[in-house]
């Protein structure tokens, strides 16, 4: 009979436990969309890729000059044709190499930049679960991983927090 009043109030207190929690759902990337601060990132990230732009087009000018030159010269040696050859291989290898290194140094400018927002936007759910006491806050965007969207949604109350 102890065991039975023992086992009983556990249930219960686990139940009230469960019946206790307040869980909340937002759309982090809708709040960051928002964000002041957007609108700067993404200029940052606009003329880096402009700079890079430029200068990857200055390499394809001296390319097409070179294999012009190429073509176009009737009197060069077969020495000379070959060095010509060559140089003409490594522009396009060099420039090859730049438009990947040109494309993961821009999306690692665009995943530092938004981390930082991302990072805002986390800080102020938690902000707003301590204050409203909510057991668990759940991220409803595409990368959020919310199955069910149960619970109250704080996009809002988030957004209030953050000032916009």
């Known amino acids: 009979m102890k065991k039975l ?4 109030a556990v249930f219960l207190g686990a139940l009230t436990q469960a019946e206790a929690q307040k869980l909340g759902h937002a759309n982090f990337e809708e709040i960051v969309t928002m964000l002041p601060e957007r609108a700067e990132a993404e200029k940052k990230v606009q003329d880096l890729q402009k700079k890079l732009e430029t200068r990857l087009s200055k390499m394809i000018e001296t390319y097409q000059a070179k294999v012009s030159e190429f073509e176009n010269d ?28 040109a494309y993961t140094e821009i999306e690692t400018k665009q995943n530092e930049l938004m981390a930082g927002m991302f990072t805002k936007v986390r800080e102020a759910a938690e902000k707003v679960g301590k204050e409203q006491s909510y057991t668990y806050i759940f991220d409803s965007s595409s990368q959020g ?8 949604d704080i996009t809002s109350k988030i957004k209030t927090e953050l000032g916009i």
Do not use: C, N, V
Request: glycine share 10%; charged share 20%; hydrophobic share 40%.
């Open 74 to 101: 009737q009197d060069m040696s077969e020495a000379m044709k070959t060095s010509a050859a060559g140089e003409i291989q490594d522009l396009q290898r060099r420039i090859q190499e730049f438009q990947q290194t």
């Open 5 to 8: 009043i023992i086992i009983l």
């Open 145 to 152: 991983g919310l199955l069910y969207s149960g619970g109250e």
